[in-house]
């Protein structure tokens, strides 16, 4: 009986041995194909809500954590001031209207002065050439000569006047070929006043939920003041934490498994984007612009973590299962490797188990993200 006991023991001992090795083989087989990390939080973008004119916020469409759709009234600035300068803008645009056609009207009178003036010029040259040949007959007088010599000067200065005036005419009226620059500029002041008064209707540029909700009505919103944010639904994404170690064989356009913590029964799908390219460096002061990962135990030195972009699928219940900015996650890639179980651990895995070792590692080439996806 007890060299029965001793036989089970043995064998069980060496049992338990060979299967925390083949254990410990697979468990490296998988994560070495599959890596995986924890540390991933759910991302969306934020878009910043500020009106584009300063005044009092006369009304308020939406409440904090409502969802809203593009084109969706946010809240309303006191809209009469901006009203009133319309208004004065449309009336000077029909003062100019006006001042164009008067203007054309002595455009039209300084032609007409200058017909007569060149019609007055030659009479008068052609008088002189008349009267001149009779000063040797005596038939006129010397004075009478140099009266009419005067009024042809006088006439051709009358013409270069006339041609002046219709000149300083033209430049009054402001016409530049096809467009009228004083008609244009007291436009474009309408134009700029109607662009004020749609503004003081604030909506919603993308689909996504009201957060960070501080505004009240009465309060005066400052131009480019942000009052709140939106979260934008249209693109979620994971950005998953993954060590140095393990980037070698993450490509763009894998396949990712995601569990977050809010659901963790339940599988997402998403696709690699791309990898990070660089860290925060203390040393070079480039915070604000490049990401920062801090390592988890300072007194050990550890491989550095990078961020890897991850484009979620959309929920498989939006309702039920809604993303959240800043989710907890676990992002496992499917790295799609060719990879074969070595000759020299064949004999010690069961012919079932390398089938199943090598079909695990065996996954089509992979393929870039659509260009649709961001």
């Given at each position: 009986m007890d060299r029965t006991r001793r036989v089970i023991g043995r064998v069980f001992g060496v049992s338990m041995v060979v299967s925390a090795v083949v254990l410990s083989f697979v468990t490296w087989w998988e994560l070495d194909i599959r890596p995986r990390t924890d540390d991933a939080y759910m991302r969306a973008n934020i878009v910043g809500i500020a009106a584009n004119v300063s005044g009092y916020v006369t009304e308020l469409a939406v409440v904090d954590n409502q969802r809203v759709k593009v084109g969706d009234l946010l809240f309303k600035v006191d809209v009469r001031p901006y009203q009133a300068a319309l208004d004065l803008a449309v009336a000077n645009l029909g003062y100019v209207d006006l001042e164009i056609k008067a203007l054309e009207d002595v455009i039209r009178e300084r032609e007409?002065?200058?017909?007569?003036?060149?019609?007055?010029?030659?009479?008068d040259v052609q008088y002189l050439a008349r009267v001149e040949p009779l000063l040797k007959r005596q038939f006129v007088t010397p004075d009478q000569i140099d009266a009419a010599k005067r009024n042809v000067k006088a006439s051709e200065a009358m013409v270069s006047q006339a041609v002046a005036a219709l000149a300083q005419a033209k430049a009054n009226l402001g016409q530049l070929g096809d467009i009228n620059v004083r008609r244009a500029k007291a436009q474009a002041a309408v134009v700029e006043a109607q662009l004020n008064v749609g503004y003081c209707e604030v909506r919603s540029?993308?689909?996504?939920?009201?957060?960070?909700?501080?505004?009240?009505?009465?309060?005066?919103?400052?131009?480019?003041?942000?009052?709140?944010?939106?979260?934008?639904?249209?693109?979620?994404?994971?950005?998953?934490?993954?060590?140095?170690?393990?980037?070698?064989?993450?490509?763009?356009?894998?396949?990712?498994?995601?569990?977050?913590?809010?659901?963790?029964?339940t599988r997402f799908?998403?696709?690699?984007?791309?990898?990070?390219?660089?860290?925060?460096?203390?040393?070079q002061g480039s915070n604000g612009v490049l990401p920062t990962v801090s390592p988890t135990l300072d007194w050990v030195r550890l491989a550095q973590r990078f961020p890897v972009r991850i484009v979620m699928d959309p929920s498989p219940d939006?309702?039920?299962?809604?993303?959240?900015?800043?989710?907890?996650?676990?992002?496992?890639?499917?790295?799609?490797?060719?990879?074969?179980?070595?000759?020299?651990?064949?004999?010690?895995?069961?012919?079932?188990?390398?089938?199943?070792?090598d079909t695990l590692g065996t996954r089509p080439e992979p393929t870039p993200p659509s260009p649709g996806r961001p």
């Open positions: 007409a002065d200058i017909v007569a003036a060149e019609a007055k010029a030659k009479y540029p993308v689909d996504g939920y009201v957060t960070n909700f501080n505004i009240s009505v009465g309060q005066f919103a400052q131009v480019g003041q942000q009052q709140f944010a939106l979260v934008d639904t249209s693109n979620w994404y994971l950005l998953a934490n993954y060590q140095e170690t393990d980037l070698r064989d993450i490509r763009p356009g894998q396949a990712v498994e995601i569990y977050l913590m809010a659901y963790p029964l799908r998403g696709v690699v984007q791309g990898v990070g390219w660089a860290l925060y460096d203390q040393n939006p309702d039920g299962k809604p993303y959240r900015m800043g989710q907890t996650a676990t992002a496992i890639v499917q790295t799609r490797l060719n990879r074969k179980v070595p000759d020299i651990l064949k004999p010690l895995l069961p012919d079932a188990m390398e089938r199943w070792l």
